[in-house]
């Protein structure tokens, strides 16, 4: 699962649960959380320059595709909490890295969820697996430091 060592998140976005979001108890729906960590991922990119086009593919024709998802719940979020979503980029394959996300509530400071995504970068004519560009490599190997894994 994502790791649990805040101090190798350099990215904190912070929002707060809506009352659309949770259930008929007050809690917040479990996929909702997947939503949580897609918004952490957008601020991340944004954070380190990226812009997404209204195609939804990234500037510079970075075109990521979610490959798999794990999510493991530790607590329960309530309508009107004030979450801060942490992401960072834990390793970078050929043409894949992974996410990984800790979303804590910030006024408790409990940890809610840890959440790994894979993402693939897909060639925009063919939808086949294409090598990470360099510039998004290197943005990544900057902002992260020695806490990104380079897998060969």
Do not use: W
């Not at 320059?49 to 329960?76: C, H, W």
């Not at 800790?102 to 063919?126: C, G």
Request: glycine residues 4%; aromatic residues 10%.
């Amino acid at each position: 699962m994502a790791d649990t060592d805040i101090k190798k998140y350099k990215h904190k976005y912070q929002l707060r649960v809506r009352n659309f979001q949770v259930d008929s108890q007050g809690i917040v729906h479990n996929a909702i959380y997947l939503e949580y960590c897609e918004i952490g991922r957008v601020e991340y990119a944004r954070n380190l320059g990226i812009q997404m086009l209204p195609t939804g593919i990234f500037d510079r024709r970075v075109m990521l595709n979610v490959k798999r998802n794990e999510i493991d719940y530790e607590s329960a979020a309530m309508v009107d909490d004030l979450l801060d979503i942490y992401t960072r980029i834990s390793y970078i394959k050929n043409s894949s890295f992974c996410f990984e996300h800790l979303i804590f509530n910030a006024e408790t400071n409990k940890l809610l969820v840890t959440q790994k995504s894979i993402q693939v970068n897909l060639n925009s004519n063919t939808n086949k697996p294409e090598r990470l560009p360099d510039h998004l490599r290197k943005v990544i190997i900057d902002f992260e430091g020695k806490d990104v894994e380079l897998i060969s």
